[in-house]
């Protein structure tokens, strides 16, 4: 009888232990799934903002300025020059102004775009047109007392600057005047690279005249990299993109590693940032499905800033 009631209080007790067991188990579990949940949604929050920023960025035509002043500086200083910062500021108004004015016309001549050819930071220039045009002003007031001071500079680029901001005007007066009268598309494209290659690199050019070959080497391989850049974009927005784009830039990021193998001491660096903006470009193409239109695009100008990844690289 002792021995019955024994084994049934001590049945009771392992009864009560499993029980409490199974319940320090579950409440363990809900507290790692309540930590896996929030940490998941501070993932989430901070790629939302994240994307936020990139898209804000891209919609103030802020993404071709901060790419054009970043690269002007990054190749000075791996040519080892001093560039004045009345250069770099130019060099990011006169882009902004440049760009901003390209998507407000875009945006004016919305109306007689075929379908699917107004883009998201069209709409967005059609619609804060009064901003953009005093903003701009105020820009073009800041940038002329900069282009003052750069044509007293020793060494200035000051003639070149003027020849090519001419020749682009002209260019871009063409591109809209002639909207009306048939596509231009797959020649626009090529605006950016040639623009940029000149604008970023004739500032140390003018300055260091000895590093002649090197800085046109890597000209040559930072314009082919931005013309991928719209030649990708272009290929997003619309449908029938070329399929050797993809091609064009592995090869040209195969190119960019060799010649930068070969130590072309000052522009290694600068041929290793073109490298890694083309491998960024494929990566972007690979996974475009994933990602809105309007962050894609962004993040296209985004893989431009590679020279923040090989400042290591510069003395």
Same mark, same amino acid.
């Given at each position: 009888?002792?021995?019955?009631?024994? !084994?049934?209080?001590?049945?009771?007790?392992?009864?009560? !232990?499993?029980?409490?067991?199974?319940?320090?188990? &579950?409440?363990?579990?809900?507290?790692?799934?309540?930590?896996?949940?929030?940490?998941?949604?501070?993932?989430?929050?901070?790629?939302?903002?994240?994307?936020?920023?990139?898209? /804000?960025?891209?919609?103030? &035509?802020?993404?071709?300025?901060?790419?054009?002043?970043?690269?002007?500086?990054?190749? =000075?200083?791996?040519?080892?020059?001093?560039?004045? &910062?009345?250069?770099?500021?130019?060099?990011?108004?006169?882009?902004?102004?440049?760009?901003?004015? *390209?998507?407000?016309? !875009?945006?004016?001549?919305? *109306?007689?775009?075929?379908?699917?050819?107004?883009?998201?930071?069209?709409?967005?220039?059609?619609?804060?047109?009064?901003?953009?045009?005093?903003?701009?002003?105020?820009g073009l007031g800041a940038l002329i007392p900069l282009i003052l001071v750069m044509a007293r500079?020793?060494? &200035?680029?000051?003639?070149?600057?003027?020849?090519?901001?001419?020749?682009?005007?002209?260019?871009?007066?063409?591109?809209?005047?002639?909207?009306?009268?048939?596509?231009? /598309?797959g020649t626009k494209e090529l605006v950016p690279g040639v623009f940029f290659g000149a604008a970023?690199?004739?500032?140390?050019?003018?300055?260091?005249?000895?590093?002649?070959?090197?800085?046109?080497?890597?000209?040559?391989?930072?314009?082919?990299?931005?013309?991928?850049?719209?030649?990708?974009?272009?290929?997003?927005?619309?449908?029938?993109?070329?399929?050797?784009?993809?091609?064009?830039?592995?090869?040209?990021?195969?190119?960019?590693?060799?010649?930068?193998?070969?130590?072309?001491?000052?522009?290694?660096?600068?041929?290793?940032?073109?490298?890694?903006?083309?491998?960024?470009?494929?990566?972007?193409?690979?996974?475009?499905?994933?990602?809105?239109?309007?962050?894609?695009?962004?993040?296209? !100008? =985004?893989?431009?800033?590679?020279?923040?990844?090989?400042?290591?690289?510069?003395?």
């Amino acid at each position: 009888m002792l021995d019955s009631v024994h !084994d049934e209080s001590g049945l009771k007790a392992k009864t009560s !232990d499993a029980q409490a067991a199974t319940q320090a188990a &579950s409440q363990a579990a809900a507290h790692t799934g309540a930590h896996t949940l929030r940490f998941a949604s501070r993932q989430t929050s901070l790629r939302a903002q994240l994307e936020q920023g990139l898209v /804000r960025w891209h919609l103030l &035509s802020l993404d071709a300025p901060t790419v054009a002043a970043l690269w002007t500086w990054f190749v =000075a200083r791996c040519a080892r020059i001093a560039l004045p &910062s009345t250069v770099t500021a130019a060099m990011f108004l006169a882009v902004w102004l440049l760009y901003a004015a *390209d998507r407000l016309l !875009d945006g004016r001549a919305g *109306d007689g775009l075929r379908a699917g050819e107004l883009e998201r930071r069209h709409r967005f220039h059609r619609t804060h047109r009064q901003a953009f045009t005093v903003a701009m002003a105020a820009g073009l007031g800041a940038l002329i007392p900069l282009i003052l001071v750069m044509a007293r500079l020793p060494g &200035s680029a000051f003639r070149p600057f003027v020849l090519l901001g001419a020749a682009l005007a002209a260019w871009f007066a063409v591109i809209h005047l002639a909207r009306p009268l048939g596509s231009l /598309r797959g020649t626009k494209e090529l605006v950016p690279g040639v623009f940029f290659g000149a604008a970023v690199f004739l500032p140390t050019l003018t300055r260091a005249p000895e590093l002649r070959l090197w800085l046109e080497i890597a000209a040559v391989a930072f314009g082919l990299v931005c013309w991928l850049n719209c030649r990708f974009i272009d290929g997003w927005e619309h449908a029938g993109a070329e399929s050797k784009t993809p091609v064009l830039a592995a090869a040209l990021g195969v190119l960019s590693v060799c010649l930068a193998a070969v130590r072309l001491e000052p522009m290694t660096p600068v041929l290793l940032a073109v490298s890694l903006a083309a491998a960024g470009l494929l990566w972007l193409n690979r996974i475009q499905a994933r990602l809105d239109p309007t962050t894609l695009r962004a993040a296209a !100008d =985004a893989v431009l800033l590679t020279p923040l990844l090989v400042l290591f690289w510069v003395r």
